[in-house]
């Protein structure tokens, strides 16, 4: 019976491997929370280790494949992050009513809500260009290929992208960048609410 009451405290107290790990991770999720309200400096460290990878690739002359799956990755993560989250072309052959983009000139003003928001594209951009710098230690991962053409592949394949996604932008009248658009200030909200005179 004594043996018993042993196991279970044993299987109560968590490990220490495991307590190490789980604050760990609180401690990493603390980090990227602090972190969030600076877009800019963000930015500028995912901007500096993507240099700092190119410059690896140069100078080692290698992991061409490394560099033309990063480089998908990134368009990839770029065409989510100017996509809407209700796309509107398939909206159309829904039936079903949820908020969508204004495609009329007098229908409600709805504002651009992103497939992949800010954070997540910076957050999953920094973290696949960390995963390809770590790629280029490693002999296994340099594939020889003619880089000329993965080169030729992915410019093709952003041009035929980026075609596709302005079209679609056009179509449905939407721009997913809030720079220049017209911002509701505080006097113009005074003037709305004053009562007409």
């Not at 240099?51 to 560099?67: D, E, N, P, S």
């Not at 368009?75 to 039936?95: G, H, R, V, W, Y």
């Not at 949820?98 to 504002?111: A, D, I, Y």
Request: charged residues 20%; glycine residues 4%.
């Amino acid at each position: 019976m004594m043996e018993d009451a042993g196991e279970d405290v044993l299987r109560q107290r968590p490990s220490m491997v495991l307590t190490f790990f789980k604050r760990l991770g609180q401690t990493y999720q603390l980090m990227l929370d602090r972190w969030t309200p600076y877009t800019m400096s963000r930015w500028a460290t995912t901007v500096f280790l993507i240099l700092a990878f190119i410059g690896r690739i140069i100078i080692a002359q290698g992991w061409y494949i490394v560099t033309y799956a990063l480089a998908i990755y990134h368009l990839n993560l770029f065409l989510a992050f100017l996509t809407p989250k209700i796309d509107p072309a398939m909206s159309e052959l829904d039936d079903d009513e949820g908020p969508e983009l204004p495609t009329r000139q007098n229908e409600e003003f709805r504002p651009f809500i992103r497939r992949l928001p800010e954070f997540k594209f910076w957050y999953s951009a920094t973290k696949a260009t960390v995963i390809a710098f770590t790629c280029t230690f490693f002999e296994l991962f340099n594939v020889p290929v003619f880089w000329p053409i993965l080169v030729m592949y992915f410019l093709t394949l952003f041009c035929i992208t980026m075609k596709r996604q302005i079209k679609h932008m056009i179509r449905y009248r939407y721009i997913p960048f809030t720079w220049g658009k017209p911002k509701f200030q505080e006097s113009q909200a005074r003037e709305d609410a004053a009562p007409p005179k």
